[in-house]
Structure formats: C-alpha cells, structure tokens
C-alpha cells in the first residue's frame, strides 16, 4: 500500500501543486483545509470562503479527498494570544513562526495522525534532509521564496514526519505546472500578510484588542516632536505613519530633508524615540540577544562563525554565535544590523541549513 501522506491545502496555487507532485511520487494523499480564524470572518478582508472553494476545485481536478478541519480555538489560544502579549509588551512578534510550531506541525500533525498518516505534508518552500540519524531543515532551491526562517521552530520528531514537495523547484516552474495542469487556481494571487488581519488596516484591526496610551515623541537629544497615539502601533525602522513628514530639521549631503524613523521605545516611560537619516547610529546594532531559543537538532550550536537573519527579507550575515544561561544566546556581527526589532526572529544558518534561533530580546541590541 502506498504510503498516505495528509497535505495542509489553502486554496493557493503552491499547495495545490503540492498536491499534484504527492500524487506523481506514488503517495495516497488527502487534502486537509485548515480554519484557523473566526472573528470577523468575511469577504471584505478574510478569503476563507473562497480559498475553501478553490482547494476543493483543485482537489476534485486532481482526484483528491479534502476535508475542513477548524484550529480557530487552538490559533487563539497558542498564537493570537501571544500575539497581543507581544505587542502590549511593546515588542514586534511575528505571528508566522508560532503558527508553523503550534497550529501547522503540531494541531495538524496531530489532527492528520488520527486520519492514518504516515507523513504530512506542506507547500513550504524548504527542504529535509536526513543526515546520520538527523533531520535537518534546508532552505529551499528557490533562494527568492525560501520560508525556512518561518519553519525554524521544528524539531526532530516534527520534521521526521514531514514533506516539502517545493523545496527543489523555482515559483516559475510551480506556476508553469498548475497552468499545464488546468488548475482553477493556477493564476492566483499569492496570500500576503498576517493571516487573521488579511487586507484590513492594522492600526484599526489592533485598536480592537489593545488598549493604548498616547505619549511624547522625542528625538534622543530629548526635543519633543509630537505625540504618538500608542507604542503597540509603531515598530523599529518604520518610517511610514509616524505623522512627522513635515518636520525639516535635517538635510542630507544633497541638501534634501532625510526621513524620520522610529528607533526606540521607552515602555516605562510611554515615550516613543525616532531619528532622522536611514543610517543613524541608533538604528545600527552590531550585537543582539535572543531568548525562547529553539534548535533544530535539539542542541545548542558550537560557538562559531555562522550566519543569520534578523528578519525575513534580509540576506545572510556573518556573525559569532555564542550560548548565553536561561536558553539565551547572543550574536555579534561583522556589519552592523539595520532596525533590529525586538519581538522578531533571530534565525542561524550553516550555508543552507538552518540551525534555529531565538526570539530578539527588548533592550538587547547594541548601538554603534
């Protein structure tokens, strides 16, 4: 008997395909749709409705059992949860990386072992590799769309029990494949954002669950520019937003007025710090801590040169990794790292393996 492989479908073209490539591998494969969002659930700003109608399209083209399976109390309880902790603590979360851990490789690994699994599946784009009696988590062959910064929270006993179909093919070929196969999705637009905000506007979306507390806005010098409208609201680096457009103090070496960033937040003191110039020293941090880390392997790396990313879209940097008490670690890099937000992910890598991280603690990082 073949070996049953129970596949998360969105409704998207990448899982879709997923689906198609399980099939050609010789696997049985059952679709799973997962529902992880209630509130507020409609068409103006959530696609639950019409991603459901595309996966079971996709499934009947393709010959595939799909059923739905609603996570929304675990999500709410294990991400969004956390999600507002983070932010009322005036952190940054990134609400991907708990849900990868908690809902997608936990809830639906679970959920799909009671279906008779033998493996699950995702249309990630990343990779496994067994290596002596080790799992490990590569990035994916499409450089451009690699997700293993989202995925570094899985263990062994996760990855063991999981496939990539995409890891080894390029978007293009996966959009080439599904218009050849006649996919009712083949053309969709890839999904953008968090999940449970969609398209609404996130100042409004957070207005709902926090409470918050306008406060001064002051430069590090102590002039006070304005007033912010709460500290949930903003993050390091942002410079769209913060409603100083009009404020000339400083002019670059064309002699044009240089944009304002927000650098800092002052929690106790309710009071938001912002810069002018991209490359201001506050928004420059040669060293980071990081704290709930999470191997892959189980264990700590040796001390060593390694790389990393401070968040998503951001090439590799060279840095010294170091394991601090209290499941810490700390790193320091060979150029200074822009915007490092408090709340993100710190995540190592060994060439094309990702190794883990770690949650970018508040008051961490080191300015130049």
């Not at 590799?129 to 006993?157: I, P, T």
């Not at 709930?292 to 990794?321: F, I």
Request: charged share 25%; net charge negative; aromatic share 10%.
């Amino acid at each position: 008997m073949p070996k049953r492989v129970v596949l998360g479908m969105s409704g998207g073209v990448d899982s879709s395909v997923a689906a198609w490539l399980l099939k050609q591998q010789g696997y049985e494969v059952i679709g799973l749709f997962m529902k992880n969002w209630e509130d507020d659930d409609n068409d103006e700003y959530c696609s639950t409705r019409q991603d459901w109608i595309d996966a079971v399209s996709v499934a009947d083209v393709l010959g595939v059992d799909i059923e739905a399976v609603n996570f929304a109390s675990e999500y709410k309880d294990r991400v969004f949860a956390e999600f507002l902790r983070e932010y009322e603590a005036g952190r940054t979360p990134n609400p991907d990386v708990l849900c990868n851990a908690e809902i997608k490789f936990k809830a639906f690994l679970d959920h799909a072992m009671t279906l008779g699994a033998d493996l699950i599946a995702t249309g990630h784009y990343a990779r496994v590799r067994e290596n002596n009696g080790q799992f490990e988590l590569l990035k994916a062959v499409d450089a451009s769309k690699d997700q293993s910064y989202f995925l570094h929270r899985l263990n062994q006993a996760q990855l063991a029990n999981t496939l990539f179909p995409l890891g080894e093919l390029h978007k293009t070929e996966i959009r080439k494949i599904a218009d050849q196969l006649g996919l009712p999705n083949a053309t969709k637009k890839d999904s953008t954002g968090i999940c449970f905000i969609g398209e609404r506007p996130f100042r409004e979306f957070l207005n709902r669950y926090l409470s918050f507390k306008p406060g001064p806005m002051m430069t590090p010098e102590g002039e006070i520019m304005g007033e912010h409208v709460g500290l949930s609201f903003y993050t390091l680096g942002q410079r769209k937003g913060i409603g100083l457009g009009g404020s000339k103090k400083h002019r670059d070496d064309d002699g044009n007025h240089e944009a304002w960033y927000v650098a800092r937040k002052d929690v106790a003191n309710n009071t938001l710090y912002v810069v002018q110039g991209h490359d201001h020293p506050w928004l420059l941090s040669h060293t980071l801590a990081a704290d709930q880390v999470s191997w892959v392997s189980g264990q700590a790396p040796a001390e060593t040169q390694l790389s990393a990313k401070t968040r998503y879209r951001q090439h590799d940097m060279n840095c010294l990794h170091r394991t601090l008490p209290d499941n810490r670690f700390s790193l320091q890099f060979e150029q200074a790292q822009w915007a490092v937000t408090p709340g993100q992910s710190a995540v190592l890598y060994d060439g094309d393996v990702c190794l883990g991280g770690g949650i970018i603690d508040m008051g961490s990082t080191i300015t130049n």
